[in-house]
């Protein structure tokens, strides 16, 4: 199956299911590139924004779980960006300039 990149966003609005949340991203952490946190204390949330790569089905179990959590919305965007199993890498629709 083919891995591709993604972006996953979290908002937390009731701070009781971060151990959980915290648990289900331990349990993806192979999926997980890269993670930012930001307490937005002056609106009461928090947002967790992670760069992710794995298959389709690897990112849509993870985020489900999380969107399940009550108190915690989530979103995803995967890119076109795919790298096969064996390594073969397809760019198409991506911009590989630098700017």
């Given at each position: 199956?083919?891995?591709r990149?993604?972006?996953?966003?979290?908002?937390?609005?009731?701070?009781?299911?971060?151990?959980?949340?915290?648990a289900?991203?331990?349990?993806?952490?192979?999926?997980?590139?890269?993670?930012?946190?930001?307490?937005?204390?002056?609106?009461?949330?928090?947002?967790?924004?992670?760069?992710?790569?794995?298959?389709?089905?690897?990112l849509?179990?993870?985020?489900?779980?999380?969107?399940?959590?009550?108190g915690?919305?989530?979103?995803?965007?995967?890119?076109?960006?795919?790298?096969?199993?064996?390594?073969?890498?397809?760019?198409?629709?991506?911009?590989?300039?630098?700017?």
């Open positions: 199956m083919e891995k990149l993604g972006i996953v966003a979290i908002i937390i609005g009731d701070r009781s299911s971060v151990s959980r949340l915290n289900i991203l331990g349990e993806g952490a192979e999926l997980i590139v890269a993670r930012l946190g930001l307490p937005m204390r002056g609106k009461g949330i928090s947002l967790i924004s992670l760069v992710v790569e794995g298959d389709t089905d690897e849509g179990a993870l985020t489900g779980k999380i969107g399940r959590l009550p915690i919305q989530v979103t995803s965007v995967l890119t076109k960006f795919k790298e096969a199993s064996d390594g073969e890498r397809s760019d198409e629709g991506i911009d590989t300039n630098l700017y």
